[in-house]
């Protein structure tokens, strides 16, 4: 089983919808999660950190359920600009570097 | 925000040559830089953890020998390719985690390398 699973998509959407997407990770010994987004040919970029009591950042909006191993990333009022592959990933703890990184879930937002 | 550069961001080589690879941390200091590897529609995996002023750590099933790195100061990490050959292209990113409150002990990720052996 691999240890960061994610839909590889693509999601498209027009502009404006709301988009969902979902992770889930395999060790339980997991210590903290993140969604990155990558664009094409570029190098991940954090773009939030997910927290059990759940975070928002303005549209966009994660959630973390440790008992399901389960992450997800909302996205609100979808801009052309959110086009991007999102990284779900999992720090096992211990160093910095235990960072386990999901294949990625393409999002395509069109006008 | 810290920033981290990598130096070239493009290199094609030809078979059994080496290529070395720059990872600076531009505004910060980083005792800890990483490697990682993506090759295309695969999620980054992690090639070695490389520590200022001692030997890096390998992931399982990444040759020592072939990768080589060095860690001679608190802002640049070396990725050396030795001998490269065609399945070494790929897209090699480094990483540095800052140490200090003001980096937050982040991973701060620089803007990659592609690399492409023919």
């Known amino acids: 089983r691999k240890e960061v699973e994610q839909d590889p998509g693509p999601f498209n959407v027009p502009e404006g919808a709301t988009v969902a997407f979902n992770c889930t990770y395999s060790?339980?010994?997991?210590?903290?999660f993140f969604w990155y987004r990558q664009d094409c040919r570029k190098e991940p970029k954090l773009l939030m950190s997910v927290y059990s009591s759940g975070n928002e950042d303005g549209r966009f909006t994660a959630q973390l359920n440790r008992a399901s191993q389960y992450i997800s990333l909302l996205i609100r009022d979808s801009k052309l600009s959110d086009s991007a592959t999102y990284l779900c990933v999992v720090n096992l703890g211990g160093s910095q570097g235990n960072l386990i990184f999901g294949k990625g879930t393409k999002l395509s937002v069109k006008p | 925000g810290a920033v981290v550069s990598q130096h070239p961001s493009r290199v094609i080589c030809k078979s059994g040559t080496s290529v070395k690879i720059e990872c600076r941390s531009l505004d910060f200091q980083a005792t800890t830089m990483f490697w990682y590897r993506q090759f295309p529609k695969q999620s980054l995996m992690l090639m070695a953890t490389s520590n200022e002023g001692s030997k890096a750590t390998y992931e399982q099933g990444v040759e020592k020998d072939k990768f080589l790195i060095n860690h001679a100061s608190l802002t640049l990490s070396t990725l050396t390719v030795t001998s490269a050959h065609p399945e070494d292209s790929s897209f090699y990113i480094c990483?540095?985690?800052?140490?200090?409150?003001?980096?937050?002990?982040?991973?701060?990720f620089g803007p990659g390398t592609r690399l492409t052996v023919t």
């Open positions: 990483s540095a985690v800052g140490t200090s409150a003001s980096t937050s002990y982040e991973q701060y």
């Open positions: 060790n339980s010994a997991s210590q903290s």
